[in-house]
């Protein structure tokens, strides 16, 4: 199919995160998901295209068969059992796949694993969640709802000392008593809302970890894998860093890297209409261009070797001869075409290559999964890989699945809206010019009488179609009557003074409740704050498929 027409057929879609508590958006729902794994999985056999000399069918062959049988050992290696994944067969089945940072995050992004685990028991699947180790460490903490009811606030409790960024993959615990106490910590601060939190029961499992392995990113999955697996879930773990060690993956990299020049277009390209189509003038959002610096071409890969304080930029310099990787400057792979795959294998050994955001679901989405699972977020960023799998691989791309939900904490929180509010407030202007309306007559009879007078003398003086000259003769007594009922109205206004100050209590204390449920009721923290109840009733809804409906 000509790239043409297949962008033709991409949609542009705007998701809005759920607001009601215990809301789940999933487009389109999970039978129907199930069912595009299926289609996907036939497309995709069927595309005569070749990556790296490979038909696509082979080489997702041979990525499926290498990530499962690495997130086997890895996830027992985390979870301490010995899973009895050999019996699924690695091409057969259906893949769901979803992926994300191992950092503490909300329910919304942690229902993308349920959902995923749901939809593989349904159809005797596998689910497989990637570990997106390749970005950089946020803060070591997370926010904890403080203070009172109607003055809350958020506070940080950290799990590790703070330091400057770097991947993930490279993150060791720094301050083990710290580690140590954090559950404590959460669970004192926790006590004064009356909720007892899951961390409760979540980090000894990542306490455990870290007594035999430093590894942050170890301990905080194993904490959150355990738990899925208390909730009747779980899947297949991988770090980003395992799948980029394998020898599919770095066949995909070197056709990329076969067509550098070609490529680098096509993302630049889409990249923009993006921004085109979204109305978006920051030329750094959602993600920069690939830029050319002489002759060598950015990839949208990072790079950098163990000690390493940040990741670095790669450039692609290549002529018939030579294929040149370049970062910071410096050369760190030059080989002839014949041999760029071995020089890659070597290259993973002394350093790191790793994807970026587009390549990372590039890859998954073409070369591994059944069915990739999206946030929000991800999804809105996946249309264009959508053009990418479609201008620069020149097929259909395959569906995906968006899912995300919204837990609010059980706090009693105020009953108030922002619809409330902007009433409020639109009442309170209205009374500036119109206090006579909320004032009886006994109270302001005459002055209303002398408003009805004014506003008929001001529609009877029209003046609309008079000559100029008679326009300007009559100027003075518009002026004069339009300041006698600027006057009446000021009168107006003073009379209703007090239901004015009444009103004015009102909001005031209206806009100081909807300040507290935005911290309230936020959908932003942490799973590890919600009671088990919680988390277990949102995973029970998402590993039944046929309960949750678009």
Not at 400 to 413: G, M
């Amino acid at each position: 199919m000509s790239a043409s027409r297949t962008l033709a057929t991409l949609e542009t879609r705007r998701y809005q995160a759920p607001q009601q508590n215990g809301e789940v958006l999933a487009v389109p729902d999970l039978p129907t998901a199930i069912q595009n794994a299926k289609q996907n999985a036939e497309q995709l056999a069927a595309e005569k295209i070749e990556i790296g000399s490979f038909p696509l069918s082979e080489l997702r062959k041979q990525a499926r068969s290498q990530v499962i049988t690495k997130a086997v050992e890895w996830t027992n290696s985390i979870i301490g059992q010995n899973l009895a994944c050999a019996e699924c067969s690695h091409h057969a089945s259906l893949l769901f796949v979803t992926g994300h940072q191992p950092q503490l995050a909300h329910p919304g992004v942690w229902a993308k694993n349920f959902a995923a685990a749901g939809m593989a028991q349904s159809s005797q699947g596998i689910g497989l969640n990637i570990i997106v180790d390749n970005d950089t460490v946020g803060k070591q903490s997370i926010r904890v709802p403080d203070g009172s009811r109607r003055e809350p606030k958020n506070i940080d409790v950290s799990f590790d000392s703070e330091l400057s960024q770097q991947p993930w993959e490279e993150l060791q615990i720094r301050a083990p008593e710290v580690f140590r106490s954090f559950a404590e910590h959460v669970k004192k601060q926790m006590s004064q809302w009356g909720i007892d939190p899951l961390v409760s029961q979540m980090w000894p499992d990542a306490v455990a970890s870290s007594q035999n392995n430093t590894s942050m990113v170890a301990a905080l999955s194993a904490a959150r894998m355990q738990q899925e697996r208390r909730c009747g879930g779980g899947n297949l773990e991988i770090p980003l860093s395992e799948i980029c060690k394998t020898d599919a993956f770095l066949i995909f990299v070197a056709h990329l890297l076969f067509n550098t020049e070609r490529f680098h277009a096509s993302y630049n390209s889409n990249v923009e209409a993006y921004r085109r189509e979204n109305g978006i003038r920051n030329d750094r959002h959602p993600v920069p261009n690939l830029e050319q610096s002489g002759d060598a071409f950015e990839m949208p890969f990072w790079f950098w070797r163990e000690g390493d304080s940040e990741r670095g930029r790669v450039f692609v310099s290549r002529t018939e001869e030579t294929i040149k990787l370049l970062c910071r400057g410096e050369v760190i792979l030059s080989a002839t075409p014949q041999k760029l795959l071995a020089e890659l294998k070597s290259l993973q050994v002394t350093g790191k290559l790793r994807t970026r955001a587009l390549t990372t679901t590039l890859f998954a989405r073409l070369c591994l999964a059944d069915l990739f699972v999206h946030g929000i977020g991800g999804a809105k960023y996946d249309e264009m890989t959508d053009r990418l799998i479609a201008d620069f691989f020149g097929i259909v791309p395959p569906h995906f699945l968006v899912l995300s939900a919204t837990l609010h904490l059980p706090v009693d929180s105020f009953d108030v809206t922002e619809d409330e509010v902007r009433e409020l407030k639109a009442k309170l202007r209205d009374y500036q010019f119109n206090a006579d309306r909320y004032l009886t007559d006994d109270l302001a009879g005459s002055l209303k009488t002398k408003k009805n007078e004014l506003i008929r003398e001001h529609w009877n003086a029209q003046t609309t179609n008079l000559p100029k000259r008679e326009r300007v003769k009559n100027r003075f007594q518009n002026r004069n009557r339009h300041r006698k009922l600027n006057a009446v109205n000021d009168s107006l206004f003073e009379l209703a003074k007090p239901q004015v100050d009444s009103l004015k209590r009102t909001l005031a204390e209206k806009e100081l409740q909807l300040k507290a449920n935005s911290v309230l009721r936020s959908r932003e923290y942490s799973s590890v704050l919600f009671p088990v109840e919680s988390i277990n009733s949102l995973a029970s809804e998402l590993l039944e498929p046929a309960q949750v409906q678009a």
